[in-house]
């Protein structure tokens, strides 16, 4: 069966990625 | 017959933070069982499984933006579950029981909110529905 996905947020993407997405 | 799962790469290295996630290393190739739409999805490596952040894969085809929704710039109205306080200078804090518009749901689980003249990132996880669209 399937845990629970974890509680906490998940983190943000790395740095990199993130600036290639805007 | 067999089910075909999605096979992502992942693009950095990240080291789990809890039980169930699983370590991951650049360039390795996860099977996805499941997307939650909190960002955490729950993969199989070899004979493992466990949760991974989706921000850290990217698809074997290809970007998946047919995947993600466009974005509503109308809003939808969501409310704050839970607060939480900006690390990052694009996020946005918020307290528990703010309403906001929901503009770009995406898929890594952090979507893009606008709660009065501002804008930014917020968890997914935090936020639930209000089922109402905003009137313009």
Known sequence: SIKQPPQNPPPRPPADMRRKRL | ????????????????????????????????????????????????????????????????????????????????TKGYTAVEDDELTLQLGETIEVIHKLLDGWWVVRKGEKTGFYPSMFLHSTGERREL
């Open chain 2, 1 to 80: 017959g067999p089910i075909m799962l999605d096979t992502y790469r992942v693009i950095a290295d990240y080291s789990k933070s809890s039980k169930y996630e699983l370590n991951l290393k650049a360039g390795d190739l996860l099977d996805i069982v499941e997307k939650s739409p909190n960002g955490w999805w729950f993969c199989q490596y070899d004979t493992q499984r466990g949760w991974a952040p989706a921000s850290y894969l990217e698809p074997l085809d290809g970007p998946d933006e047919s995947e993600e929704p466009e974005p509503n710039y109308a809003g939808e109205l969501y409310k704050t």
